[in-house]
Each structure stands twice: as structure tokens, then as C-alpha cells.
């Protein structure tokens, strides 16, 4: 009603564009927090360790609506970033991509942050405990270099916590996106979806939600292939419940 267009041709066109957000988001704090509870989770101490843990309290305890306001303060003051939208009007022919990508930066990093100091509290927890696991240890004492006994045996054994919470890591995404979405103007479900509130479009409020219960769904599934792969006794349980059902 508020458009004059069909939900179901509104409805993904947004869809897309929050789906591009929210991986870029994801991909940032995957690349970011799991590397850095790496690092604090296989060190007791040192300077590079504590800092990081100081970084991800602070980010923890900032919300994605708090962090997207400062970055757009920042970037309001600096210049460096667009503030907002998705592409810029005068954008030059040939760098659409560019572009897309330069408004990127803001939304993603203010979805993506906090994220990553999740992926790294979990990872470092999950890290230290697999540090002191026996096969560890007994490699560590035949002399095999501590830092390829961490990057290459440990690492499959500890990200078993990761795979099995990226269905909520997704819930909390989606949540995240929508929150950015309206501060930052990018035109996705979140702006979609209040500007229908506003109006009482209940069909395209309808659809918004559907979509995002899509989003949950597809985050759930893709949970569960990854705890497949990083861990074969989650498939191996599942196709003993299959032949005992």
C-alpha cells in the first residue's frame, strides 16, 4: 500500500540488500574474532592477550544501535565513510562496486564488531580448554612447534562451540541489521519493515517478517552443516536417531 508495488516483488529486492550487509558483517567478524580468540584462548597472559580481552569486553557491552551512532559520528566528522544509503547518486559508471563497497564499511563494521568480540570470547573459552586437552599435550612434548600444534590441531577441535551457536549468531545478526539499517538509511528489511509499521502496511509487515524467519531458517541449517564438518560425531548421533526413529 505505502509503495503502490506487490509484496512479493518489494519484499526481496530489500531481502537482497539486507543479505548483502549481513554477510559482509558475518564475514567481517568470522575473519576477525576467530583469529583473536585464537590468540587470547592459547596464552595465560601478555600484553597482546589482556588488550584484546579489554577490546571485546568493551564492543560486548556496546549494542550494534550504540556502535552504528558512533561510527556515523566518526565518519560525519572525519569524511572518510558515507553516513548513509547504499550508493551514492553521482556515482561514476563502471564503479558501482566500489562504491557499494565504500558505503559498506559503516553498517558492516557496526554489525560486524560486537559480533566478532562474541566469535572471540567463545573461541578463546573453547581454545583454552582444548590447550589442555591430553593429545595436546603429548604433541607439544614430542617437540612439535607449539604455534602449528594451535593453528592446525587445535583449532579443528575448537571450533565445534562456533559451529554449533551460528544459528543464534544469525539471530543475532538479523536483530543487529535491522537496528543499523534505520540509523545508517540502508535499504533493507529494517527500513522496509518500519516504514510499514509506521503506515500499518500489515501485508508487507507480514512479509518482512517472513522473510526474516527465512533468514533464521537458512542461518539454522547452514549451524548444522558446519557442526557436520568441524565435528563427524554431530552427523554420526544424528543418523543413530534416524535409524533408532
Known amino acids: 500500500m505505502q509503495y503502490e508495488r506487490p509484496v512479493r516483488d518489494l519484499v ?3 531481502a537482497r540488500n539486507t543479505a548483502i550487509l549481513a554477510l559482509t558483517a558475518l564475514a567481517l567478524a568470522t575473519a576477525v574474532g576467530l583469529p583473536l580468540g585464537i590468540v587470547t584462548g592459547s596464552r595465560r597472559g601478555g ?30 566528522r572525519t569524511g572518510w565513510f ?27 563494521a557496526a554489525i560486524g564488531l560486537p559480533l566478532a568480540a562474541m566469535i572471540e570470547r567463545l573461541q578463546s573459552q573453547a581454545m583454552s580448554e582444548v590447550v589442555g586437552e591430553p593429545f595436546v599435550l603429548a604433541t607439544l612434548a614430542r617437540g612439535v612447534p607449539r604455534a602449528r600444534v594451535i593453528w592446525r590441531d587445535a583449532l579443528k577441535a575448537a571450533l565445534r562451540p562456533i559451529a554449533s551457536v551460528y544459528g543464534l549468531i544469525v539471530g543475532t545478526l538479523l536483530s543487529g541489521s535491522f537496528a543499523v539499517e534505520v ?4 535499504p533493507g528489511l529494517g527500513t522496509l519493515m518500519l516504514g510499514a509499521l509506521r503506515t500499518r502496511d500489515v501485508y508487507l509487515v507480514a ?8 533468514f ?3 542461518g539454522t541449517l547452514v549451524s548444522d ?18 535409524a533408532r526413529a
Open 12 to 14: 526481496p529486492e530489500r
Open 47 to 76: 600484553l597482546l592477550a589482556n588488550a584484546i580481552r579489554a577490546g571485546s569486553l568493551v564492543l560486548l557491552s556496546m549494542p550494534p544501535l550504540l556502535t552504528s551512532l558512533f561510527l556515523v559520528f566518526v565518519a560525519a
Open 82 to 108: 558515507p553516513i548513509a544509503g547504499m550508493r551514492s547518486p553521482g556515482a561514476p559508471a563502471g564503479g558501482e562496486l566500489a562504491d557499494l563497497l565504500h558505503h559498506l564499511v559503516l553498517p558492516a
Open 183 to 186: 540509523i545508517s538509511a540502508w
Open 207 to 214: 512479509g518482512c517478517a517472513g522473510a526474516g524467519a527465512l
Open 216 to 218: 533464521l531458517a537458512v
Open 225 to 242: 552443516v558446519a557442526l557436520a564438518l568441524v565435528d563427524p560425531r554431530a552427523s554420526e548421533a544424528a543418523a543413530e536417531g534416524r
